[in-house]
Nanobody
Framework: QVQLVESGGGLVQPGGSLRLSCTVSGSIFRIPVMGWYRQAPGKQRDMVARISSGGGVTKYADSVKGRFTISRDNAENKVYLQMNSLDPEDTAVYYC????????????WGQGTQVTVSS
């Protein structure tokens, strides 16, 4: 069983930055793909970014390209999402996801962390 715990969310002003972390129980070395998704109130949960096992291949939603960066540290069993130039439209609950492929959502989810971008 894979357990995911997100942290790093909070309130930030427009133009600011946050770094989200996802700690994975057990070794993530064997999990081929990890990702971040987000869900705003009244909207569906959408993919934000996904990363391959070695970190060499990434995929981003068009809305975050050039602003967000996904990375992973297999030795520390962590996945990160660096978010820069945040906009109020980025306000959502952010979820860590494990498994699947670069184009298929994995089966495992964290509990989510709230990100609010507001002045």
């Amino acid at each position: 069983q894979v357990q995911l715990v997100e942290s790093g969310g909070g309130l930030v002003q427009p133009g600011g930055s946050l770094r989200l972390s996802c700690t994975v129980s057990g070794s993530i070395f064997r999990i081929p793909v990890m990702g971040w998704y987000r869900q705003a109130p009244g909207k569906q949960r959408d993919m934000v970014a996904r990363i391959s096992s070695g970190g060499g291949v990434t995929k981003y939603a068009d809305s975050v390209k050039g602003r967000f960066t996904i990375s992973r540290d297999n030795a520390e069993n962590k996945v990160y999402l660096q978010m820069n130039s945040l906009d109020p439209e980025d306000t959502a609950v952010y979820y860590c996801n494990a498994g699947g492929s670069l184009v298929v959502t994995g089966a495992y989810w964290g509990q989510g962390t709230q990100v609010t971008v507001s002045s």
